[in-house]
């Protein structure tokens, strides 16, 4: 079975040097949960500045830019996808059927150097 941990906190609590530290913890953490063969994947994501929400509500697609998500709704999934341009992006996620209902969130991936492939 396997899980996706998911990490909320309050971005602008960070010092930009803290920020560089998690990042390197957690580049050690990724190498020793690989040693065990527990790594599946783990990125940090951009700045929620750089969000985009999709909805889509009788057959339209409704943008929101940022995260948007309505008190009643938590986070319930994850799909890393790889797509040219955020346009590209978008239309993948009208696609996904919880969009419909919920709302999904596209959120560029900040790549790290030193994490195992």
Do not use: H
Not at 25 to 32: A, E, I, N
Not at 54 to 79: C, W
Request: hydrophobic share 40%.
């Amino acid at each position: 079975m396997q899980y996706m941990l998911l990490i909320y906190s309050d971005e602008n609590t960070w010092t930009e040097r803290e920020r560089e530290q998690c990042y390197a913890d957690s580049v050690q953490l990724t190498q020793q949960l690989k040693a065990t063969g527990q790594y599946l994947a783990a990125a940090p994501l951009q700045s929620i500045v750089t969000a985009t929400s999709i909805r889509v509500r009788d057959g339209k697609r409704l943008v929101t830019d940022g995260p948007f998500a309505e008190t009643r709704e938590q986070l319930g999934g994850y799909f890393l996808i790889d797509a040219p341009d955020l346009d590209e992006a978008m239309q993948i996620a009208e696609r996904i059927p919880s969009a419909r209902k919920g709302t999904v969130e596209i959120r560029p991936v900040v790549m790290l150097s030193g994490l195992p492939s």
